[in-house]
């Protein structure tokens, strides 16, 4: 493929077609005439040799390379607006900018909440945007990590990448506070036996692992895809879960649970922020990594047992 050969303004068209499916709704979202839309649909398919949109009764439907495409156009289309909006200097003071932060709701609880209070202050033009880390976070870490400015996640999971590491953490397990079958402390009987609310990513795969190592399979009776969620199904249950001391530090409160340390050498946690290698020399980027680092590095100690 020659890249030199081609209109890369057509991206920009395709996107808009396949999305909207429609030549005159595809024209007026990126300020073409539908004469013009046209001419670009009619290029597009001759470049892939398919219809791209074929018509169906009164609408249009894609074609199954369309639907293929559909997804690789919006990575390609955010991959080209980050390339050219890529800076030489950057001035927080003055900028009117977004950045994308991939992350859990841990993450955004214990840190994005601060980094966005210290960007309001030092940066007031600058936007916040969090977005759920997904399931295929593992195998599709390049795609991830090349349309988003930063992925927080601890050390464990991925690698490969460039990281800094912005604060640690530990392990802990929360209980009812009336829990019927737990006093002042678990044992690893307790851990086999008793049902266990998890949350369902691979994010914590790192003590996940830890515990097959230990010969202990967690009864998994309750899974969610959030963490903030997990104190509400423990608390009246008989259920356990493991959980980030920060996060159990700010939501214990809100539940009628209480902590309870592990009954084993739990593995650290090192939480870090990845970014793309091709971010790595955008002045931008530097100074929101640079930023994620001062704030990690002012958080408060990792709470005591």
Request: a negative charge; hydrophobic letters at 45%.
């Amino acid at each position: 493929m020659n890249l030199s050969r081609l209109d890369l303004n057509l991206v920009v068209a395709l996107r808009a077609l396949l999305e909207e499916r429609n030549v005159t709704r595809a024209g007026q979202r990126v300020g073409l005439s539908q004469p013009a839309m046209s001419a670009a649909l009619a290029r597009l398919r001759r470049h892939f040799d398919d219809e791209l949109l074929a018509r169906v009764g009164g609408h249009y439907e894609l074609t199954a390379l369309g639907q293929v495409l559909l997804d690789r156009t919006a990575t390609a289309y955010d991959v080209l607006e980050r390339l050219f909006a890529s800076q030489a200097d950057f001035d927080p003071a003055r900028e009117q900018r977004e950045f994308k932060l991939i992350a859990s709701d841990y993450a955004v609880a214990v840190f994005g909440a601060e980094l966005a209070r210290v960007m309001h202050e030092e940066a007031p033009g600058i936007r916040l945007r969090f977005a759920q880390t997904p399931t295929t976070v593992v195998d599709a870490t390049d795609t991830l990590l090349s349309t988003s400015d930063g992925l927080l996640m601890p050390h464990g999971v991925i690698s490969d990448f460039p990281a800094t590491d912005l604060y640690a953490d530990r392990w802990v397990f929360l209980v009812a506070d009336d829990h019927p079958g737990v006093e002042d402390r678990l044992t690893r009987q307790d851990l086999a036996r008793l049902p266990w609310v998890t949350y369902q990513r691979t994010y914590d795969a790192p003590a996940v692992r830890q515990l097959g190592m230990l010969g202990i399979e967690p009864r998994v009776e309750v899974s969610v895809d959030s963490f903030q969620i997990i104190p509400l199904l423990v608390a009246g249950t008989r259920r356990i879960a493991l959980v980030q001391a920060r996060l159990a530090r700010l939501l214990a409160p809100l539940a009628a649970v209480r902590v309870v340390e592990p009954p084993y050498e739990a593995v650290p946690l090192r939480e870090a922020m990845w970014w793309h290698p091709v971010h790595t020399h955008d002045a931008a980027h530097i100074w929101l990594r640079e930023t994620a680092a001062r704030v990690g590095r002012g958080m408060a100690d990792e709470p005591e047992g």
